[in-house]
């Protein structure tokens, strides 16, 4: 049998490339997203593409028979004010967090339909509740759950799968911890692989069941 298939957003650092080396690992050939440039990481069954979800996809979605797993581990985080915001930020947190997914995942529906494939989106505890400082992610994530709870029901021959996470040690939480004026740990966050293999479970389940949600937390 040949290689399942799976594309990643994301890629590159984080969650992403976790996800992307476990794949890999577990025998997929994947079609992994970056924004500025891939991870010094190379495989025979690993292809790097590149697309910035800021903007519109247009035709740079990988031209795929058969997709088996669709992991969408891209986003952007920044924090402020509902008051102090700038309508650019609240556009760019939609437009990586929501438009982008939304978009990929429906120019790759033929394939997933062929594969019965699965649509995984690493989603947030901010996607539950919005905490002060925090409206513009929240408010991507929220609409990004309601999305995969939608497309769960209208595609029925696809499982779909929201994962929420606390926070992750990655370069983005770097970001969130200096804006917030502490000291980085990584040991206070959940690591990188710990979510991805939440992915994996995810995906592994039987064609007989799907599983909506995982909710993750450090301990």
Same mark, same amino acid.
């Given at each position: 049998?040949?290689?399942?298939?799976?594309?990643?957003?994301?890629?590159?650092?984080?969650?992403?490339? *976790?996800?992307?080396?476990?794949?890999?690992?577990?025998?997929?050939?994947?079609? *992994?997203?970056?924004?500025?440039?891939?991870?010094?990481?190379?495989?025979?069954?690993?292809?790097?593409?590149?697309?910035?979800?800021?903007?519109?996809?247009?035709?740079?979605?990988? *031209?795929?028979?058969?997709?088996?797993?669709?992991?969408?581990?891209?986003?952007?985080?920044?924090?402020?004010?509902?008051?102090?915001?700038?309508?650019?930020?609240?556009?760019?947190?939609?437009?990586?967090?929501?438009?982008?997914?939304?978009?990929?995942?429906?120019?790759?529906?033929?394939?997933?339909?062929?594969?019965?494939?699965?649509?995984?989106?690493?989603?947030?505890?901010?996607?539950?509740?919005?905490?002060?400082?925090?409206?513009?992610?929240?408010?991507?994530?929220?609409?990004?759950? *309601?999305?995969?709870?939608?497309?769960?029901?209208?595609?029925?021959?696809?499982?779909?799968?929201?994962?929420?996470?606390?926070?992750?040690?990655?370069?983005?939480?770097?970001?969130?911890?200096?804006?917030?004026?502490?000291?980085?740990?990584?040991?206070?966050?959940?690591?990188?692989?710990?979510?991805?293999?939440?992915?994996?479970?995810?995906?592994?389940?039987?064609?007989?069941?799907?599983?909506?949600?995982?909710?993750?937390?450090?301990?």
């Amino acid at each position: 049998m040949s290689s399942p298939v799976a594309v990643v957003t994301g890629a590159s650092r984080g969650v992403g490339l *976790a996800v992307t080396r476990l794949l890999i690992d577990g025998g997929y050939r994947v079609h *992994a997203q970056y924004h500025r440039k891939p991870a010094d990481f190379s495989h025979e069954r690993l292809s790097w593409w590149q697309a910035d979800l800021r903007a519109p996809l247009g035709d740079r979605a990988p *031209a795929l028979e058969r997709v088996d797993a669709l992991v969408h581990c891209a986003g952007v985080c920044t924090l402020g004010t509902c008051a102090d915001t700038p309508r650019s930020e609240w556009e760019e947190h939609m437009a990586v967090n929501l438009h982008g997914p939304v978009e990929l995942t429906a120019a790759l529906l033929p394939a997933l339909r062929t594969a019965r494939g699965h649509v995984v989106y690493i989603n947030s505890g901010a996607g539950k509740h919005a905490n002060p400082n925090w409206g513009t992610y929240a408010a991507s994530k929220f609409a990004a759950r *309601a999305w995969c709870d939608a497309l769960r029901q209208e595609e029925k021959n696809i499982s779909v799968t929201g994962i929420f996470p606390g926070r992750i040690a990655t370069d983005m939480q770097k970001a969130i911890v200096k804006q917030e004026e502490r000291v980085y740990d990584p040991t206070d966050f959940l690591a990188p692989e710990t979510v991805a293999r939440s992915v994996l479970h995810a995906i592994g389940t039987p064609k007989d069941g799907q599983i909506h949600e995982i909710v993750l937390r450090s301990r």
